[in-house]
């Protein structure tokens, strides 16, 4: 591999950790500093870890790889999701932050639910961190699987290095590096990390496109679109073949954001609720100008391989196939470093969010309710290598499909927390019962539903995605539950 490409790689792994030590000074001397960075994000930072977080490595892997392979119609799927996140800052994120805390400080989601629902306080923490616990280990190993396939794809030389092959090498070496900075800097190191992280993907995604549609090796826009309604008619088209459940199950991803604990983890650390607009703001500026850029990566990628005549086995590799082929050695390193950038930001999140559940909703819960800060921290740290570990483990598998398996944890995220976070945060007869009976009404029908293969094909026909029945069940689920369990001081205004 050239010098160029390990510079600039090394220069992004060393910035990353000197911001974990940084981070250490200032923020792991609590629970609340080590989980949620003393509530005192600035909103430029709380929405670009939110956004970072999001996005992962399905912005420049999964999504770019759907609409290489199928083309413009993949497109619904960040449309809804810019949406979804959209609605996700009006409804969720002022409420959430001003209620959490009024709430007895809830540090995390589990415990929120259990402070507004004190009645079913013990197994709303418990059943809502297992969903926690489970799902997030099956993200991150999503994220663990990206990693992975840059590693194959672009340092297939570090073979011989290793006494693993490549793919499995990518794994563990993403894992160590997230590991490193999130366990030394808690959520301020996450949250940090992801704001410099977003600003790298984001110029990526501006980068890439620009240079495909303006090198001599490409195509203009408009050749380029010839081009590609001679691989397909209908390639370029944002309706032709697509049917009325296909197109609910594509916009109803952006279904899932307001059950995300990883994103909405980010409402609650913010500095005040008057700076959640400004969030606001420049998360969705951020979000919009990366989804289009994803878009663009996707189909005009395809353009410049067919004329090219390359080969990809996977589409997925596709932002780091056209990173090697066009951009001198130190230019994509930087572009390897946005990749990875995509990928840690959502693993280290994840571990911390999971982290959080396990230390405070089981261990501080049920084995040491009086223990100490200082040891809370140290349970915190030991929880993130826990979690990590399992996850590369289960990321051993070199087919797996990035999109398949966010997909999947998505819907159970979303399908099990949405309902109840909005109607907890919205709807004062919400009781407890309800909740808890809609949480695992949106879990169960999700995991149903994928093992049934619905996802896949439904009563003979195309199939509906897994969000689409969890998360309406779930909704009705707590609205008829709690219509007949009200509990008498269930919610109590501040």
Not at 109 to 133: C, D, G, Y
Not at 186 to 203: E, H, N, P, R
Not at 246 to 270: D, E, K, N, T
Request: hydrophobic share 55%.
């Amino acid at each position: 591999m050239d010098i160029g490409i390990w510079i600039s790689l090394l220069l992004y792994f060393g910035l990353m950790i000197g911001i974990g030590f940084y981070a250490a000074r200032t923020s792991t001397a609590s629970s609340e500093d080590y989980m949620l960075g003393g509530r005192n994000l600035h909103p430029a930072v709380a929405a670009l870890s939110a956004g970072a977080s999001d996005m992962s490595g399905w912005l420049l892997i999964g999504l770019p790889g759907a609409l290489y392979a199928t083309g413009l119609i993949e497109s619904w799927i960040g449309i809804g999701l810019f949406f979804g996140a959209l609605a996700n800052w009006i409804i969720v994120a002022p409420r959430l932050r001003e209620q959490t805390e009024r709430y007895d400080n809830a540090l995390t989601v589990p415990q929120f639910l259990a402070n507004r629902f004190p009645s079913k306080a013990i197994a709303l923490r418990t059943i809502s961190a297992i969903i926690v616990v489970v799902f997030f280990v099956v993200y991150t190993a999503s994220g663990l699987v990206a990693g992975g396939k840059l590693f194959t794809s672009a340092f297939g030389d570090l073979i011989n290095l290793s006494m693993m092959s490549d793919y499995l090498f990518g794994v563990w070496f993403t894992l160590i590096i997230v590991m490193t900075y999130t366990v030394i800097g808690g959520f301020l190191a996450v949250s940090l990390t992801d704001f410099v992280q977003g600003c790298i993907m984001m110029l990526a995604l501006i980068i890439m496109p620009i240079v495909i549609l303006t090198t001599g090796q490409g195509d203009g826009l408009v050749a380029a679109g010839k081009r590609l309604t001679e691989i397909d008619p209908n390639y370029l088209s944002l309706f032709d073949g697509l049917s009325v459940i296909g197109f609910f199950s594509a916009i109803a991803w952006g279904l899932g954001y307001f059950g995300q604990p990883h994103i909405i983890v980010r409402f609650m650390a913010v500095r005040s609720v008057k700076d959640v607009a400004k969030a606001r703001n420049i998360g969705m500026t951020w979000m919009g100008i990366s989804v289009l850029g994803a878009i663009g990566l996707g189909i005009l990628g395809r353009a410049y391989i067919e004329r090219n005549g390359v080969s990809i086995d996977d589409p997925e590799t596709i932002f780091m196939v056209l990173a090697d082929l066009l951009f001198h050695p130190l230019l994509t390193g930087f572009l390897y470093a946005a990749l990875l950038a995509a990928i840690m930001s959502t693993i280290s999140s994840q571990l911390l969010v999971s982290s959080s559940s396990l230390t405070e909703d089981f261990y501080r819960l049920f084995m040491n309710k009086k223990a100490s800060q200082p040891k809370l921290v140290k349970i915190g740290k030991l929880c993130v290598l826990l979690v990590g570990v399992i996850a590369a483990l289960m990321a051993g598998d070199p087919d797996s499909e990035v999109l398949s398996l966010v997909s999947n944890a998505w819907a159970g995220f979303g399908a099990a927390f949405g309902p109840m976070i909005i109607l907890a945060l919205t709807w004062k007869k919400m009781s407890g019962t309800g909740a808890m009976a809609g949480m695992l009404t949106g879990a169960l029908t999700v995991i149903l539903w994928i093992s049934l293969g619905w996802n896949d094909s439904f009563l003979g026909g195309p199939g509906v995605y897994e969000m689409i029945p969890g998360f309406i069940l779930a909704w009705l689920v707590i609205v008829i539950v709690s219509y007949y369990t009200q509990t008498d001081g269930e919610y109590r205004p501040g």
